[in-house]
């Protein structure tokens, strides 16, 4: 089970913290991917962590703003998303991939998923 939370509203320029709270696996067994889909839109690769070799991907809409971490202590992703902009506005996912290598991130390659929290930046 992957349960999101830390979502709501910001303003431009503003922080949140997303987290994905894991349980009945660990870390150590999948990737962990987070997308996003905003209305009338795709669903979207985000960010992933591989339990593989610890790789991390980006997309590029958020490279150098978003920073996936992880804490095995508390089996929790994180999704810390700075300088946020408007059309950073989506509903956010956390899923696992049984793979362990988290990309491509693309939805069809991941297996479980959470249930999406919004996230909603103000302009």
């Known amino acids: 089970q992957l349960v999101e939370s830390g979502g709501g509203l910001a303003q431009t320029g503003g922080s949140l913290r997303l987290s994905c709270a894991i349980s009945g696996f660990t870390l150590d067994d999948y990737a962990i991917g987070w997308f996003r889909q905003a209305p009338g839109k795709e669903r979207e690769g985000v960010s992933s962590?591989?339990?593989?070799?610890?790789?991390?991907y980006y997309a590029d809409s958020v490279k150098g703003r978003f920073t996936i971490s992880y804490d095995n202590a508390k089996n929790t992703v994180y999704l810390q998303m700075n300088r946020l902009k408007p059309e950073d506005t989506a509903i956010y996912y956390c899923?696992?991939?049984?793979?362990?290598?988290?990309?491509?991130?693309?939805?069809?390659?991941?297996?479980?998923w959470g249930q999406g929290i919004q996230v909603t930046v103000s302009a």
């Open positions: 899923a696992a991939d049984i793979t362990g290598w988290g990309t491509p991130v693309l939805a069809h390659r991941y297996d479980y």
């Open positions: 962590i591989s339990n593989r070799d610890g790789s991390r």
